[in-house]
């Protein structure tokens, strides 16, 4: 079987399929950062539509008219993930360890060759040149990147047994740990599709599975709260949805910062404001983000840093799918550097500063793509 997968990893690793994904440029993978992600746990996903979208780029389509659940850039997503499995296959890696590899890709970069990250980190798995993973142009290697993964996945005692997030954490050492179960069901679908295109590769190790590939239960994986706030409907900015109260058994702290918070509703947002003022005539005395965070927590004696990048440290981490009211979630960017934050409201809203022209608003947390979720009570 080694044999067989050093040789598909000779033919399908050519020249032009590596040189066509490492150069993967930012701007399309900047792209992918403003579009909205959904947050509905992926949890029936329908592996035969997968493989025949997965098929659509792998034979020349530009991807426009592919569509695949999770996936926002599928034309470059895709080749990025063949490349994982490639690699998987070349090193002997167990089916698992592929599904693995994946899901952490997704988490950490959404399959993007970045250029960028957290303090170093770049490209598919985030992985850090001063953390010893390579050159900061080895990493922009998808294969090198790949490679370097299994290795260290190889190398934890144990890690077959574990679950997917609990693999791929001992590996990426994450400070959020439980991120990586949501892409569990979109990585298995995956890997069988790509898996699929190598002739006679990993027959001893894919197994038949059915058409729906589900995740494990909302308590083990990176889901989303059951309530997801479409029942309040349309919710005009700045305004409080009928019918919502704050829950009668939030944290008395967590109740007094959702009620500062909701008396900025309606003013308008700030880059930089430090939300001390954001009824007055200085917009710096605005709210952006982070700063409606730090404010609302100030006035209950919680201190918090000022940024986004900082504030995914504060407290303890907490899965998605036992949000409390109160708690911090993150979107945009990557997991370890997002690039906005909100405060859950319970009963499935969530209350921020959107960005610039936007007032501080209430939205369903099924328009939040959920990178992180802490705990700062």
């Known amino acids: 079987m080694k044999a067989l997968a050093a040789g598909i990893g000779v033919v399908f690793l050519s020249p032009l399929l590596l040189a066509g994904t490492a150069m993967m440029v930012a701007s399309s993978a900047d792209a992918v950062q403003t579009a909205a992600f959904s947050s509905d746990c992926l949890t029936d996903i329908d592996s035969g539509e997968v493989a025949k979208q997965v098929s659509k780029i792998l034979d020349g389509s530009s991807g426009k008219n592919v569509k695949i659940k ?4 599928p034309a470059e997503q895709v080749p990025n993930a063949q490349t994982i499995v490639a690699s998987g296959i070349s090193l002997d890696v167990p089916k698992k360890g592929q599904i693995i590899a994946l899901a952490t890709a997704m988490q950490e970069s959404r399959l993007r060759n970045l250029n960028y990250g ?5 490209g598919l798995f985030q992985q850090r040149p001063s953390q010893g993973w390579g050159t900061a142009q080895q990493i922009r290697d998808p294969v090198h990147a790949s490679e370097q993964f299994y290795k260290h996945l190889l190398k934890v005692s144990g890690w077959q047994q574990m679950t997917v997030t609990q693999a791929a954490q001992a590996v990426q050492k994450s400070a959020l740990p439980d991120a990586y179960a949501q892409w569990e069901g979109l990585s298995t679908a995956l890997q069988k599709a790509i898996a699929a295109t190598f002739p006679g590769a990993g027959k001893d190790k894919v197994d038949k599975a059915p058409d729906k590939v589900k995740e494990p239960t909302a308590d083990t994986t990176g889901c989303a709260p059951s309530k997801d706030g479409s029942g309040f409907g349309r919710i005009p900015e700045g305004s409080v949805p009928k019918g919502y109260k704050i829950p009668k058994d939030a944290d008395p702290k967590a109740r007094k910062a959702l009620d500062w918070a909701m008396h900025q509703l309606g003013t308008q947002y700030q880059w930089g404001g430090n939300c ?4 007055g005539p200085d ?5 952006d983000c982070s700063s409606l965070m730090q404010q609302a927590y100030a006035h209950t004696g919680v201190t918090l840093t000022r940024t986004t990048y900082t504030q995914v440290n504060e407290g303890k981490p907490v899965s998605p799918s036992k949000l409390q009211p109160g708690d911090l979630i993150f979107s945009r960017g990557t997991a370890s550097r997002p690039e906005h934050v909100g405060m859950y409201m319970g009963e499935g809203l969530v209350i921020e500063a959107p960005r610039t022209s936007k007032p501080v608003r209430i939205t369903p947390i099924k328009d939040w793509d959920i990178l992180a979720a802490r705990r700062v009570l």
Request: hydrophobic letters at 20%; charged letters at 35%.
């Open 118 to 122: 957290d303090r170093d980190s770049l």
């Open 283 to 287: 917009p710096m005395g605005r709210c």
């Open 70 to 73: 999770g996936l926002d850039l």
């Open 276 to 279: 001390t003022d954001s009824h």
